[in-house]
């Protein structure tokens, strides 16, 4: 059962998509700007930021000082850090047990790239504390 719709704009998703190719075989990362939109979130921006893991292509972690730069910006303004984005290379776009272990935040979106090279899935989930993973409607906006 879907909890809400994050709708992601064609360009965003290329962006991620493009990352996640990119640095293949490790996984890329970044944080998702957006705000609420009646049925879930709105993307607005995606941020890449260098996997700071010690094993890369296993895991990630955004480097804290982009989350905090971006952070900063966008105080007080109409959009906000409403998640993350990362890739599972050669493995499934579903949350790992990685992703549920390090998961602390109720109310995060994360956006999975998962495949390899140039074949790549996209899927989206909203973490909560109570209930853990659940899936979103991905929605393609212009």
Not at 27 to 49: K, N
Not at 67 to 86: E, N, W, Y
Not at 102 to 108: L, P
Request: net charge negative; with cysteine; charged share 20%.
């Amino acid at each position: 059962m879907s909890r809400g719709t994050l709708h992601l704009p064609d360009a965003l998703a290329a962006h991620v998509l493009r990352a996640a190719a990119r640095v293949y075989p490790n996984e890329a990362c970044g944080l998702i700007e957006g705000t609420d939109a009646p049925d879930g979130w709105r993307a607005t921006a995606v941020h890449e930021s260098k996997n700071l893991a010690a094993d890369p292509a296993r895991h990630f972690l955004i480097d804290p000082q982009v989350q905090f730069d971006l952070m900063r910006k966008l105080r007080s303004g109409p959009t906000r850090v409403i998640g993350c984005f990362h890739s599972h290379p050669n493995g499934p776009a579903e949350p790992s047990a990685t992703d549920r272990a390090e998961a602390y935040e109720s109310g995060f979106v994360y956006l999975i790239a998962a495949g390899a090279g140039d074949v790549l899935e996209l899927k989206a989930y909203l973490f909560e504390e109570s209930r853990g993973f659940g899936p979103l409607t991905l929605a393609a906006d212009q």
